[in-house]
């Protein structure tokens, strides 16, 4: 009787295992009060195209369920001369990782108009790749696995025509699922020397559907792919002056200038176009400079000026304190939120060391009241100074590449000046 119980016992264990209850019977197994109906991960949805949580600019929405284009008449700075909506669904679970796609948007397209389909995804709350446009047939690859999905649409029409989007429905590819990928916590973001110019333009509206201000503070960059939200951090450069010393991080709330597909900061083979270009060379600067491309940007304009980033009046005057367009040193944190790090300020100046303890090598300075992107924060050397203790180093990428330690006393904030990943994990 024994060996029988048990062998039924055994026999129940291995049905679990294998799947082999129906998902009632499983949960029925737990126990009252812990009820689990299967889930499945989501593989194919359609897009909620009238979420009211939607990111939306001059939407209308049509009884049949469609968007399109409110006022003909709205335009952009991004895409002079033609209306222009722009509707960002919420972000959608997948239940598990993948990092390829394939969306398939139904939509009216009269000659003249255009419908750009951009998707992102997270693994982090905060972290966001870049916006990925799909190929001819649907398809694209995001540059790592992601759990969380987002889509975009930016509709283009003319005085008298526009788009319409019925459906978009997407579908997560499992089968090509990646492997997390590792977080390069070592890696600075890249930083390059970029001549900026002053957007302007107060009360225009950017490609993200943002009124711009007087004394706004953003930049634009020539390509969509780090285009953040309406009022948006997700994406943001530092830019640093050298003729003034002074230093801000900037959201990218518009695109341009010249060109709207030049990724310049993203590794040649990644770029949208211009692949031939080294990594950190505008298109609009080759142009300018060397004659690239006849001397045109992507539009067949004659380039007037080696532009690869422009800046809005509050941080061009007030941020930066520039007076005419000029050179400058722009960081890119081209990973939702910088690839992780976070910002940290600085409360009075201290040394930046090779090391997390005051016997290394200074190798930078961080100076009161300045913000600096942060990597993570690790345990080091035990520091007393101005009356503080802490043991606790933040990580800091440095221009010329590699990183450097700072002591988290010098930091505004907690211990760790806000930073919340521990490095190596």
Partial sequence: MRSTTRRLIRGLCAL??????????????????????????????????????????????????????????????????????VYTAPARSL??????????????????????????????????????????????????????????????????????????????????????????????????????????????????GHVIQQRDHFVALPSRRMLASNGGHEYQVRLCYQRTGRCETAPVWEVGPWNTQDDYWNPSAQRQMWRDLPQGTPEAQAAYQSGYNGGLDEFGRRVANPAGIDVADGTFWDGLGMTDNDWVDVTFQPSGDTGGQTNVTAWMQAN???????????????????????????????????????????????????VGYVSGIYLKGDATGGVTRQCGT
């Fill in 352 to 402: 930046v060391r090779s090391c997390a303890s005051t016997s290394c090598d200074v190798v930078s300075t961080v100076y009161p009241n300045q913000s600096y992107p942060a990597n993570c924060w690790k345990t080091g050397q035990l520091v007393i100074d101005e009356g503080y203790t802490s043991d606790k180093w933040i990580e800091l990428p440095l221009n010329a590449g590699g």
């Fill in 95 to 208: 239940g598990r990782q993948a990092d390829a796609f394939t969306i398939r948007p139904r939509a009216q397209v009269p000659a003249g108009t255009q419908v750009v389909t951009e998707v992102r995804g997270s693994d982090h709350p905060g972290r966001w790749t870049q916006w990925t446009t799909p190929d001819r047939t649907g398809r694209l690859r995001l540059a790592q696995a992601v759990s969380v999905v987002q889509v975009r649409l930016t509709l283009l029409g003319t005085r008298t025509a526009a788009p319409a989007v019925s459906v978009v429905s997407l579908h997560a590819d499992l089968a090509q699922q990646a492997p997390r990928a590792p977080r390069a916590l070592t890696t600075a973001s890249p930083t390059y020397r970029i001549f900026a110019t002053r957007e302007g333009l107060a009360g225009q509206t950017t490609a993200n």
């Fill in 16 to 85: 679990l295992v294998l799947g082999g209850l129906p998902p009632v019977a499983a949960a029925a197994a737990d126990g009252p009060g812990h009820e689990r109906p299967a889930a499945r991960p989501a593989t194919d949805w359609r897009i909620d195209l009238a979420a009211a949580s939607a990111d939306q600019h001059n939407i209308d929405h049509r009884g049949n369920g469609a968007l399109t284009i409110g006022d003909r008449r709205a335009r952009t700075t991004s895409a002079p001369g033609r209306a222009f909506a």
